[in-house]
């Protein structure tokens, strides 16, 4: 079975600018969660979707958004990029109910 | 205060010794996880626990729920588990909630 696979593994973007992250999480998982890591504040929990909706969502300001497709995949969506927003971005899958999580190898932003 | 807490931040050993991470927690779980990261970013899950202890290979799991504490015990340690360890609790949803992490160094 196919890990969590997140693309890209790298970018940098300019201040201002928007980008957009993907995650395909393990096949029948329809959770996926995105979390933020930076060294200050650590991880972060962004959002979680479930069935195309988003279940949970963290503090985040309106600049972070995502959305979940019919296949489960799902994107996450910066916009007006901050030098801030520079972090590594993980997402989760997990089995429908059941606690445990799945990470892919993340999405490294830089802001320039 | 920090709803998972970790200690020690920073640990350093030499090969072959063994090692243990503390995690406590003040809210009630449905789960407790540890991940490892290694430089250059991917998290693995190595346990999830709800109660007593898990074993696999060279790492021990424990969890002890009326206290909110479980350890990571790592036996007979060698350089290339040399990483970081992070604690994370489930809160009956899939959102997991993380402590700050403990960098594991351990040298040959």
């Known amino acids: 079975k196919a890990g969590v696979t997140q693309t890209p593994r790298y970018l940098i973007k300019t201040r201002g600018q928007q980008v957009t992250l993907s995650c395909s999480p393990i096949s029948g998982h329809r959770s996926v969660s995105w979390y933020q890591q930076t060294p200050g504040q650590g991880l972060q929990f962004l959002f979680e979707?479930?069935?195309?909706?988003?279940?949970n969502k963290g503090n985040f300001p309106g600049r972070f958004s995502g959305r979940q497709f019919s296949n489960s995949r799902s994107e996450m969506n910066v916009s007006t990029l901050e030098l801030g927003d520079s972090a590594l971005y993980l997402c989760a899958s997990s089995p429908n109910g059941r606690p445990e999580a799945f990470f892919g190898q993340g999405t490294r932003l830089t802001v320039v | 205060k920090n709803e998972v807490e970790q200690s020690p931040q920073n640990l350093t050993a030499q090969e072959g010794e063994f090692i243990t991470i503390n995690c406590s927690y003040s809210v009630g779980i449905s789960a407790l996880h540890w991940l490892q990261q290694h430089p250059g970013g991917g998290i693995v899950s190595l346990f999830m626990?709800?109660?007593g202890k898990k074993k696999h290979g060279r790492l021990i799991a424990t969890i002890n729920i009326q206290e909110k504490h479980s350890s990571l015990h790592i036996t007979a340690s060698h350089p290339r588990d040399s990483a970081v360890y992070i604690c994370a609790v489930s809160k009956g949803s899939e959102k997991l909630v993380f402590g700050k992490g403990t960098k594991l160094t351990v040298n040959p």
């Open positions: 626990l709800s109660s």
């Open positions: 979707y479930f069935s195309e909706t988003q279940r």
